[in-house]
Structure formats: C-alpha cells, structure tokens
C-alpha cells in the first residue's frame, strides 16, 4: 500500500537508524502526498530511502514509529505485536499469577506500539489511545487483543474521550468494542480491589506500584504507616495486610477517600486501624502534629511539560521537606515522582533540596523505578517515567 511519505532533512536520519520512535517537527524537510493527523506515514532519509512507518500527528513530535520495517499493518501485525507483549509478561510471571489478575500488558513505546497502553483486569482489557492514529484502528486492535491472548479476554473496553490530544475528533465516547462490564474479582498479591476503569482514573488503577506497594509491605508490620495522595489506598491496604499498627490516608479527592475505604473495607471488615482524611497534602502536613514510622509520597505528576519543570521540583522540595519532618527517628520515606520530563537526577536533587532543609541525616536504601510490565525501550529513554527513593532518616 502506497502512504504518504515523510522526508527528513540530511543528518536527521540518524537517531531513527538508532530505533528511536519519535520524529520531531524540526527533523522534517517535506511532506508528500498531504498526510493527515492518524494517517500512516513512511518516514524516508533525504535520499528516499525507509526508515519506518509511523502514525501522523501535529505538535513536536509529527510521527510515532510502529514499525521499523516495510511491513503491512493489518490484523495479524499487530496480533503479532500483542503476542510479543503477552510472552514478556507470561515470561516475568503475570498472566497466569495465583495471586494478582491486574496488569499492564501494553506500554506504548516500551512494546512498540507508541500511542497505545493496554491494562488488564481480569478477563476485561482496557485500551487507551493517546494518538489519533491508534484510535482509529481501535476495532483491528481489539480483535487482535482477543485472537492473541487466546481467548483469556472477554471484553475490550475503549477509554480514549480523556487521552487523545488536541481536539482529534469531535465526539468521544468511551465504550465496550467488545463483550461489557464485567464483574470480576480484581487483586493485586492477595490483596482484593474494586477497580473502575468506567469511571476512575487512568484506567482504573495505579498498576506500576505493583512491587512498590509490596516492598512497603516488607517494613509495615507493626509500624505507623501516613499514605499521601491515596487515591484508592494501594498503599494503605498493603500496609495494613502486612501488619500495620495503624495506617493513615490521605487525598484531596473525596471520592479517592470513598474507595480507600471501600478497599480497606473489602480486605479487612470494618474493624481495623485504619483512618482517612479528605484533605490537600500539604495542608494535612501543616496542621498534624503526629509522627510516623513510614510515609508514602505518591503525587500525581507535578510536571507535564519541561516548561512546569521549575515549579515542579519546588513542590517536590517543599513536600519532601514537609514529610521529613514527620518521621520518627529511624523513619521510611517512600517518595516519587511520575513526571516523565522530571529526570531522576532533577528528581534525586529535589529529595535532597527538601532533605536538607530539615538537617536530619538521610540515607537512600532503595531506588525504585516502574514494574516489568511496563518496559523501558533502550533506544526510548524518555519512557522511564516512574522514579522513587526509600530514605531513612535518622
């Protein structure tokens, strides 16, 4: 099939020779055949020659490579595609996992499918477009998700009307291209969850803190745990099976509270030591007066854009600082940051910024980073969004 075609400028070639799957706007010296934003595009060198396939779009970046080959991208490319997702993730444990049915199984540049993550709940897959180009394929790719998983899912529900940029298309519904709501048991190591991919946040659930929440679980027994930023108690429900002495939680959002507490619920009945507060994080920090054993950090992304950047390691300081001050002696700070333009080294410098405002002695004893299932192309740096530290502070 003939595309439109891309044409880069001399010299520009090299970084897409590299496998990197971004072609920014600057790099570009024609475009032929009057591509749309979606189209496919084949992206040529100066000389004429392929480089790759992408999804066409305005902005910086003007093309996101799906293929670095002359290929035909029907049904069975991206069965293809979903295949080679499905095998890393059946290869670290995660399809068929005794005790968690909740997984990432497609993360856009990180499986080669820029533009498109896919997460697993149960036998329901949730697809989010964050191009045009991935939207309108949206039927193809749920077939291809149902014929490659063999039949473990039952339902492909479409949740792009929040992701796509710009104004792509004038109405955008989200809904089942597949089979509906399912009501299936969802749970994380053991840990149950009632997940709302209709209407919460993402897609319903914070699946990269997987392991982190986990790890919390090692230092929690017996301890006094402040869970900030919430949302719907991750953190707060692994404390509290691990044995907690008490767990707080924190969120600014009242229905986030509202499922805290219902997931605390479902766990553990409504006789444990666990209390919440719908409250901003920085206010709760000003007027509490108690310490904790461990406290969690795990805002929302401070920084979208390089140019909040400045504004963003700010508030990282100050919550930082904030949050040390409120540790007991010999205390855990699980910090983070899901900024992807935040670097680990701007990230580190902020932690140690707020650090230092307090003069307590601090040690980094974990450097944390997103899950297995939500991979880091080698040749895409820029996928490595999730960065976190375990401090203790003396």
């Not at 670095?68 to 444990?93: C, D, H, M």
């Amino acid at each position: 099939m003939a595309y439109s075609k891309i044409i880069l400028k001399p010299g520009k070639e090299q970084s897409v020779q590299r496998f990197h799957p971004w072609i920014f706007s600057g790099a570009i010296n024609e475009a032929v055949g009057n591509p749309e934003e979606g189209d496919v595009v084949e992206v040529t060198d100066s000389n004429g020659n392929f480089l790759g396939l992408g999804h066409c779009q305005p902005g910086s970046i003007s093309v996101r490579i799906f293929s670095f080959q002359n290929v035909e991208p029907n049904l069975q490319f991206w069965e293809q595609k979903i295949a080679s997702a499905y095998l890393l993730r059946s290869t670290v444990g995660l399809t068929s996992h005794p005790t968690t049915n909740i997984y990432r199984l497609i993360h856009g540049e990180g499986d080669g499918m820029p533009g498109l993550i896919v997460d697993i709940y149960g036998d329901t897959a949730v697809m989010q477009a964050h191009s045009l180009g991935m939207y309108l394929i949206r039927e193809t790719l749920a077939k291809a998700l149902v014929n490659a998983l063999g039949g473990a899912i039952k339902n492909v529900y479409d949740k792009s009307s929040g992701t796509l940029p710009f104004k792509s298309i004038e109405e955008k519904k989200d809904e089942y291209i597949i089979g509906s709501l399912s009501c299936d048991e969802l749970y994380e190591y053991g840990s149950r969850f009632l997940v709302s991919w209709e209407e919460g946040q993402k897609t319903g659930f914070f699946i990269d803190q997987r392991e982190n929440r986990k790890l919390l679980g090692e230092y929690s027994k017996g301890k006094t745990v402040l869970n900030t930023f919430g949302y719907t108690g991750g953190f707060s429900v692994a404390a509290l099976k691990a044995g907690a002495q008490k767990v707080v939680s924190v969120d600014s959002s009242a229905k986030a509270i509202e499922l805290t507490n219902a997931n605390v619920a479902l766990n553990f009945g409504d006789n444990t030591p666990h209390e919440s507060h719908c409250s901003d994080v920085f206010d709760f920090f000003r007027n509490t007066t108690e310490n904790y054993d461990i406290i969690v950090l795990d805002p929302p992304a401070f920084a979208k854009h390089n140019n909040a950047l400045h504004n963003a390691l700010q508030a990282y300081k100050r919550l930082n600082a904030a949050a040390i001050k409120r540790l007991k002696p010999g205390g855990l700070l699980f910090t983070f940051s899901c900024s992807q333009v935040v670097t680990k080294e701007n990230f580190r410098n902020a932690v140690f910024s707020g650090a230092a405002i307090t003069k307590r002695q601090v040690k980094i004893i974990h450097q944390l980073t997103q899950p297995a299932d939500h991979p880091i192309n080698i040749y895409h740096p820029e996928g490595e969004y999730l960065k976190g530290l375990v401090l203790q502070v003396e």
